[in-house]
């Protein structure tokens, strides 16, 4: 069975960093592309970043383009978050998704999410 | 990169049949047969109900059928009940990056 769970989150001043890992299971990892989406407290859900299956071709929101790095490591099975300059408008649930087809660049269609892992930016 | 356009709500009654559209742009929805839509119950994860406009994944009930028409997608529920009760989310792929809709919160009466 397919399972994804991420960690890393919790609380950290403006202007800090943190990393979020998500590690696969259950399915060939090196095979899917994979996304982080989030959700700020009571907003809807907002697509952070994707990466493509072999890790070669990364996108980004405008929101975090420049500040957040992702990557993934294929052989580990995990996904990462390096966030940077971190703002208070960053402060949510973050998941990371799975890619429904195989061997695409650019994840768009999510059939497995883990749980998600909260961050929150304040002083 | 702006967010597709759901209706902030929407309400029926169970066994009633209920719409949700989804405008994008002609770079996004308008331009791929992309689409797809996630049921939310907060405290889980989203789940996956349609994807590529039409298609439902396995084990998802047939009273939820997608559709598209020019920039707009739709997502349609018939036979409402009350576990469909959800935040419900429109996505489409857009090239470099992926928009989700605001999110449509299901009120079943």
């Known amino acids: 069975e397919e399972q994804l769970l991420e960690s890393g989150g919790g609380l950290v001043q403006p202007g800090r960093s943190l990393r979020l890992s998500c590690a696969a299971s259950?399915?060939?990892?090196?095979?899917?592309?994979m996304t982080w989406v989030r959700q700020a407290p009571g907003k809807g859900l907002e697509w952070v970043s994707g990466i493509s299956y072999s890790g070669d071709n990364r996108y980004y929101a405008d929101s975090v383009k420049g500040r957040f790095t992702i990557s993934r490591d294929n052989a580990k099975n995990t996904l990462y978050l390096q966030m940077n300059d971190l703002r208070a408008e960053d402060t949510a649930l973050y998941y990371c998704?799975?890619?429904?087809?195989?061997?695409?660049?650019?994840?768009?269609?999510?059939?497995?999410w883990g749980q998600g892992t909260l961050v929150t930016v304040s002083s | 990169q702006s967010a597709l356009t759901q209706p902030r709500s929407m309400s029926g009654s169970p066994g009633q049949s209920v719409t949700i559209s989804c405008t994008g742009t002609?770079?996004?929805?308008?331009?791929?047969?992309?689409a797809s839509w996630y049921q939310h119950h907060p405290g889980k994860a989203p789940k996956l109900v349609i994807y590529?406009?039409?298609k439902r994944p396995s084990g998802v009930p047939d009273r939820f059928s997608g559709s598209k028409s020019g920039n707009t997608a739709s997502l349609t529920i018939s036979g409402l009940q009350a576990e469909d009760e959800a935040d419900y989310y429109c996505c489409s792929y857009a090239t470099t990056s992926v928009l989700f809709g605001g999110g449509t919160k299901l009120i079943v009466l």
């Open positions: 998704a799975k890619d429904l087809r195989s061997f695409t660049l650019i994840g768009d269609v999510f059939d497995y």
């Open positions: 002609s770079s996004d929805v308008g331009a791929y047969n992309y």
């Open positions: 590529d406009v039409t």
């Open positions: 259950g399915f060939t990892f090196s095979t899917y592309a």
